[in-house]
C-alpha cells in the first residue's frame, strides 16, 4: 500500500513554470488549498541556476506538502513589479492568497529546507491528504484503479471523513465493476459526509453503472427510435444505451430531446435521469453547463 508519506504527486504537478496568465490560478488561487513556493528567477542569474534546483528538491522531499511556482522575471515583469521583486534570486510563500514569507539571494541549503519545511507547515496534514486524494483522482483517470483504491483507502485511514476520498473509493469500486461492493462502502459512509457532494455523486455514478449493466443494444435502439419518434420508451432507453457505451452527450440531448416531446411522460423520468447524469459529473463539465441551460430554456418556454 502506498504510505502518504511519500510522494504522491508527480513532480510536474508540484513544480510548474508560471506567467502573468496562469499567476492567480496557478499560486493565489492553489494557495488556499496548498502553500506554494514562488522563485523569482532569470536565465542570466548565477545564484539562481544554484538556488532553483535546491529549492525544487526541497519542494519533492515535502511529498505534496507544498508547491512551487518557477517565475522568470524577464518575461513576467509585471508580477515581479507588483510583488516589488528588486533583485534576483527572490522567493515568495503564499498561502490563503497571500505573500506570508520570503527571502533573498542565495542561501544554504539548510535554511532551503528550513524555509520549505515551515511552509508546508502552513497547510497542516490535510494539505498532504489533499495531495494523495489528488494523485489517487489521477491514477484512476489513468487507470490505474487498483493503486486508486490503495490510496483513497489511505486516505480514510488518516481521516475517515474525508468525503472526496471516500467518493473516490466508491468510483474504483465501480470502475472494477464490483457495484454491490460499491453500495456498502456507499451504505457504511459516516453521518457527516452522508449527503455531501463527492458522495452524492457516486450515488448517481453507481445508478447509472446499475443502468448501464441492463441497458439495450445500441442499435437495435437507435432503429426503434427512427422508425417511429414518438416511442418515448424506445429514446428514454437509448439515452441508457448511450450513456452505458460512454457517449453521455448524446445521451443528454436524447433525454433533452425526451422532455421537449413530453415532459410529464413517466413522471417526468427525462427531467429526473438528467439530473442523476448531472449530478455523476463534474459541475464545470461542458456537458452539465450546457444540459442545464438548454433544460432550463426548455423548462420556462
Same mark, same amino acid.
Given at each position: 500500500?502506498? /504510505?502518504? #508519506?511519500?510522494?504522491?504527486?508527480?513532480?510536474?504537478?508540484?513544480?510548474?513554470?508560471?506567467?502573468?496568465?496562469?499567476? @492567480?490560478?496557478?499560486?493565489?488561487? &492553489?494557495?488556499?488549498?496548498?502553500?506554494?513556493? +514562488?522563485?523569482?528567477?532569470? =536565465?542570466?542569474?548565477?545564484?539562481?541556476?544554484?538556488?532553483?534546483?535546491?529549492?525544487?528538491?526541497?519542494?519533492?522531499?515535502?511529498?505534496?506538502?507544498?508547491?512551487?511556482?518557477?517565475?522568470?522575471?524577464?518575461?513576467?515583469?509585471?508580477?515581479?513589479?507588483?510583488?516589488?521583486?528588486?533583485?534576483? =534570486?527572490?522567493?515568495?510563500?503564499?498561502?490563503? !492568497?497571500?505573500?506570508?514569507?520570503?527571502?533573498?539571494? &542565495?542561501?544554504? $541549503?539548510?535554511?532551503?529546507?528550513?524555509?520549505?519545511?515551515?511552509?508546508?507547515?502552513?497547510?497542516?496534514?490535510?494539505a498532504g491528504l489533499a495531495e494523495a486524494v489528488e494523485? &489517487?483522482?489521477? @491514477?484512476?483517470?489513468? $487507470?490505474?484503479? *487498483?493503486?486508486?483504491?490503495?490510496?483513497?483507502?489511505?486516505?480514510?485511514? /488518516?481521516?475517515?471523513?474525508?468525503?472526496?476520498?471516500? !467518493? $473516490?473509493?466508491?468510483?474504483?469500486?465501480?470502475?472494477?465493476?464490483?457495484? *454491490?461492493?460499491?453500495?456498502?462502502?456507499?451504505?457504511?459512509?459516516?453521518?457527516?459526509?452522508?449527503?455531501s457532494a463527492p458522495l452524492d455523486a457516486a450515488h448517481?455514478?453507481?445508478?447509472?453503472?446499475?443502468?448501464?449493466?441492463?441497458? !439495450?443494444?445500441?442499435?437495435?435502439?437507435?432503429?426503434?427510435? &427512427?422508425?417511429?419518434?414518438?416511442?418515448?420508451?424506445?429514446?428514454?432507453?437509448?439515452?441508457?444505451?448511450?450513456?452505458?457505451?460512454?457517449? +453521455?452527450?448524446?445521451?443528454?440531448?436524447?433525454?433533452?430531446?425526451?422532455?421537449r416531446r413530453d415532459r410529464e411522460w413517466n413522471e417526468?423520468?427525462?427531467?429526473?435521469?438528467?439530473?442523476?447524469?448531472?449530478?455523476?459529473?463534474?459541475?464545470?463539465?461542458?456537458?452539465?453547463?450546457? #444540459?442545464?441551460?438548454?433544460?432550463?430554456?426548455?423548462?420556462?418556454?
Open positions: 500500500m502506498l /504510505e502518504l #508519506g511519500q510522494n504522491t504527486a508527480p513532480t510536474a504537478d508540484l513544480i510548474k513554470d508560471v506567467s502573468e496568465t496562469d499567476f @492567480m490560478a496557478e499560486v493565489v488561487e &492553489a494557495s488556499k488549498e496548498v502553500p506554494v513556493i +514562488v522563485d523569482f528567477w532569470a =536565465p542570466w542569474c548565477g545564484p539562481c541556476k544554484t538556488l532553483g534546483p535546491a529549492l525544487e528538491a526541497a519542494v519533492t522531499k515535502a511529498g505534496g506538502k507544498v508547491r512551487m511556482a518557477k517565475v522568470n522575471v524577464d518575461e513576467n515583469q509585471q508580477i515581479a513589479g507588483q510583488l516589488r521583486v528588486q533583485s534576483i =534570486p527572490t522567493v515568495y510563500a503564499f498561502w490563503q !492568497g497571500q505573500p506570508v514569507d520570503g527571502f533573498q539571494g &542565495a542561501v544554504p $541549503g539548510s535554511e532551503i529546507d528550513a524555509f520549505v519545511a515551515r511552509t508546508a507547515e502552513l497547510g497542516g496534514e490535510d494523485a &489517487a483522482e489521477t @491514477m484512476l483517470a489513468d $487507470g490505474d484503479v *487498483d493503486d486508486a483504491a490503495q490510496t483513497f483507502a489511505a486516505v480514510l485511514e /488518516e481521516e475517515p471523513e474525508n468525503a472526496d476520498a471516500y !467518493g $473516490g473509493l466508491v468510483r474504483c469500486h465501480i470502475a472494477l465493476g464490483e457495484l *454491490d461492493q460499491a453500495e456498502a462502502v456507499l451504505n457504511g459512509a459516516p453521518a457527516a459526509i452522508a449527503r448517481a455514478q453507481l445508478e447509472l453503472a446499475r443502468q448501464a449493466a441492463n441497458s !439495450g443494444p445500441l442499435d437495435e435502439l437507435k432503429a426503434a427510435v &427512427a422508425t417511429d419518434p414518438a416511442d418515448h420508451q424506445a429514446r428514454f432507453d437509448l439515452a441508457q444505451a448511450l450513456y452505458a457505451a460512454g457517449e +453521455v452527450q448524446e445521451a443528454v440531448d436524447e433525454l433533452l430531446d425526451l422532455f417526468g423520468a427525462a427531467k429526473t435521469q438528467l439530473f442523476t447524469i448531472f449530478d455523476a459529473l463534474k459541475p464545470n463539465d461542458p456537458v452539465v453547463l450546457h #444540459g442545464r441551460r438548454k433544460l432550463s430554456s426548455l423548462i420556462f418556454a
